[in-house]
């Protein structure tokens, strides 16, 4: 892994994640987490998003970024790539970590910190027994897509609009689709 401060000059993702500032949560009361927002590069990069094991005990069958919670003393960046490579095979070796997104909280009381991060064009990838399947959508294809929403209060009890993006018969909404929409609407790629 190349550290992001390498990584900014060379790449349109890393100069906007770079010159914006990021809203970092004080909320020392909800579990710690981190997601890989994971970009190929390519011109039109894809996603990488998994579909959750209808085994698993929580959020069944739903759309997410690879991630989880953080191990004691892990940051973000690194609990997001361990889980990468765990959830789906993905290389840490081959990830170009860009930054970290805004914080967001989800109604499970997890502050999720999201690490954006350049993934290779040609992914070899293994899916683990928590993701069903993987989902590769084009940002072209997902800023095409109009979104529903809906307006919801949060854990932090602040009004929250939930966006649903539907993509090849999938709901992409919730957590995964707030953090997609804040790299959607970047204006890169």
Do not use: C, N
């Not at 927002?37 to 959020?59: C, F, I, M, Q, Y």
């Not at 997902?142 to 929403?149: D, E, I, K, Q």
């Amino acid at each position: 892994m190349t550290p992001p401060s390498d990584l900014t000059l060379d790449d349109p993702f890393g100069l906007w994640v770079g010159a914006r500032t990021r809203q970092e949560l004080q909320v020392p009361e909800f579990r710690r987490a981190a997601v890989l927002v994971g970009l190929t590069l390519e011109a039109d990069p894809r996603l990488l998003l998994t579909v959750r094991s209808a085994d698993l005990p929580t959020h069944k069958g739903q759309i997410a970024f690879p991630g989880g919670s953080l191990e004691a003393g892990e940051t973000s960046v690194q609990a997001a790539l361990r889980e990468a490579h765990e959830e789906v095979g993905l290389d840490p070796a081959g990830v170009r970590v860009l930054g970290e997104l805004d914080d967001v909280v989800t109604p499970f009381r997890f502050h999720v910190t999201p690490v954006l991060a350049r993934l290779p064009a040609e992914l070899r990838l293994t899916l683990s027994g928590e993701v069903a399947e993987l989902l590769l959508p084009r940002l072209s294809e997902l800023r095409a897509t109009v979104p529903r929403s809906e307006e919801r209060v949060s854990p932090l009890g602040q009004p929250v609009t939930i966006y649903h993006y539907p993509w090849h018969g999938h709901d992409i909404w919730g957590m995964t689709a707030r953090v997609m929409r804040e790299v959607l609407e970047s204006g890169v790629g």
